[in-house]
């Protein structure tokens, strides 16, 4: 909370998958590139379902903490959602579409980029997406298990953060 309290009003991408929403070591890396290539500002709670380690140099790009240092923060444990969503700074919000999420994140009124992992979630993600306009589509690759490239994740969070017109009506929903 410290650290978003230094970032400027709606220029960070949270990014949070639920208690139970975990990652491939090579998805995680995919992910950090994509961030790293959008150029904005994240905070990012993560899991890694192959490793209980907890030194994220492992399993993240090289060197990617220390040149995302001045813009992004990686916290390998539970984050407070609520007061996440509820601060000033976050501008997006990369979520799995939970119930929960789904609903603190249109209470605080923060648009979504829907990356559904299981159950309901797809069907949550459709409907922010097309009924609702509450949320940015990102395109999943399910041949390869939900993949989602660094070229498409780089590409949602700009949609997100408003740098085209999809992103736009998002932000103004």
């Not at 230094?6 to 929403?21: D, Y």
């Not at 976050?90 to 648009?111: A, D, K, R, Y």
Request: net charge negative.
């Amino acid at each position: 909370m410290k650290w978003l309290g230094q970032q400027p009003p709606s220029s960070v991408v949270f990014l949070c998958f639920g208690s139970l929403g975990t990652f491939s070591v090579e998805q995680l890396k995919e992910m950090a590139l994509g961030l790293e290539h959008s150029g904005y500002r994240f905070l990012w709670s993560l899991r890694c379902r192959s490793s209980t380690d907890t030194d994220l140099d492992k399993f993240l790009l090289d060197g990617f903490l220390d040149r995302t240092q001045r813009w992004g923060l990686v916290v390998q444990s539970w984050a407070p959602q609520v007061a996440i969503l509820g601060h000033v700074a976050v501008g997006g919000f990369v979520s799995h579409c939970g119930w929960n999420s789904t609903l603190e994140s249109i209470w605080f009124g923060v648009p979504m980029l829907a990356w559904p992992l299981y159950a309901e979630q797809k069907l949550n993600a459709f409907q922010l997406v097309r009924d609702c306009s509450l949320a940015v589509e990102l395109s999943l690759d399910y041949e390869k298990n939900g993949w989602v490239s660094a070229e498409e994740l780089e590409k949602g969070v700009r949609c997100l953060m408003g740098e085209s017109e999809e992103g736009q009506k998002v932000r103004e929903s």
